[in-house]
């Protein structure tokens, strides 16, 4: 019991850990993509280059809203469903 | 120094193909002759045992271990050990050792009636460390010649695969996004204290006149 204590704290340490890398890394993606979209629209002359900052900002609230943000939450979910799937196929089947 | 890179290389590579080799499961052929255990005294060889039964005392001197004797389909023999990962490395989660081992009893067979089994395991046999491969399931086939495809062994590769893949765009990420502009920064202040020196410098000789305008015709013009 203590081990799978252990195991269940240290994996959660290491899972939030990857959490974090993973969404840092998602969002700065989507920006890097609004902000080459901002700068697409402008040179079309679609968006007002004033209107720059307004136009990432908005997408960056799309993004916090979006699902795509809430499945990064998977991180959590799927290590221990395949944890007890392998318990239970190396032992009980 | 071309030669110290390569050898690192290779020798990073080659620890990682051993990790890898041992870690993973690998799939054998074999017909159970026997079945023992043994007390073992762990020495140099301790890392190359596993834990004891979960929920049992861990940190012991020594302990009673299960041992899987087999015949291999080329008439070699192989010893399995069979303890418990419990929920240590490596991952197997392995709880069911003495049910493995009565399952193992089971399928004892004969030479002249043999009953061929698949045994999972992971580890390696060596005779001079004496360490076992780890055997972690066993199940009975029809003929000695039945194929086995590793799909476990490429889905946790390709996972591992991506992981990295992952981790280096992740770096690639940071760099172009957080390091590139902060060196771009120091690099246009850094151009302009050197601009500025350079103007100083030439508004200094411009304002020189006299005798320090003929010293500086000693000099020689300013490296760039």
């Given amino acids: ?89 190396t032992n009980f089947m | 120094m071309r030669y110290v890179k390569g050898t690192l290389i290779a020798l990073i590579a080659l620890l990682a193909i051993a990790f890898f080799h041992y870690t993973l ?9 026997d079945t023992y255990e043994k007390r073992i005294d762990f020495g140099e060889n301790s890392i190359f045992w596993s834990s ?18 087999t015949i291999q389909t080329n008439g070699k023999p192989m010893v399995y050990r069979n303890e418990d990962t419990g929920w240590g490395w490596p991952p197997y989660f392995k709880l069911d050792t003495s049910n493995l081992q009565t399952e193992a009893a089971d399928l004892k067979s004969s030479a002249e009636a043999p009953k061929w ?69 120091a690099g246009e202040a850094w151009d302009a204290v050197d601009e500025r020196a350079d103007q100083a410098r030439d508004a200094a000789k411009a304002k020189a006149t006299g005798f320090r305008a003929w010293l500086n015709t000693w000099k020689g013009t300013p490296r760039k």
């Fill in chain 2, 52 to 69: 004891p039964d979960t929920g049992n005392a861990t940190g012991t001197v020594n302990r009673d271990i299960f041992f899987i004797q």
């Fill in chain 1, 1 to 89: 019991m203590l081990g799978a204590i252990r195991l269940g704290v240290f994996g959660l340490v290491a899972l939030t850990i990857l959490y974090f890398l993973i969404s840092l890394y998602s969002r700065s993606v989507r920006r890097e993509k609004l902000e080459n979209e901002a700068a697409e629209q402008i040179a079309q002359g679609t968006l007002d280059a004033a209107a720059r900052d307004a136009y990432i900002e908005d997408g960056m609230q799309d993004y916090e809203n979006s699902l795509r943000r809430k499945l990064i939450l998977g991180v959590f979910v799927v290590p221990v469903v395949v944890v007890i799937i392998l318990i239970y196929v």
């Fill in chain 2, 25 to 33: 499961p690998q799939r054998d052929v074999v017909r159970i002759s």
């Fill in chain 2, 117 to 185: 089994v698949v045994i999972k395991h992971y580890g390696w046999r060596n005779e001079f460390l004496s360490i076992y491969p780890n055997a972690v399931g066993v199940r009975q086939v029809d003929s000695p010649d039945v194929s086995l495809f590793p799909w476990m062994n490429i889905v946790i590769l390709t996972l591992i695969g991506l992981v990295l893949l992952f981790l280096y765009r992740l770096w690639a990420q940071f760099r172009q996004r957080a390091i590139d502009p902060l060196l771009e920064d």
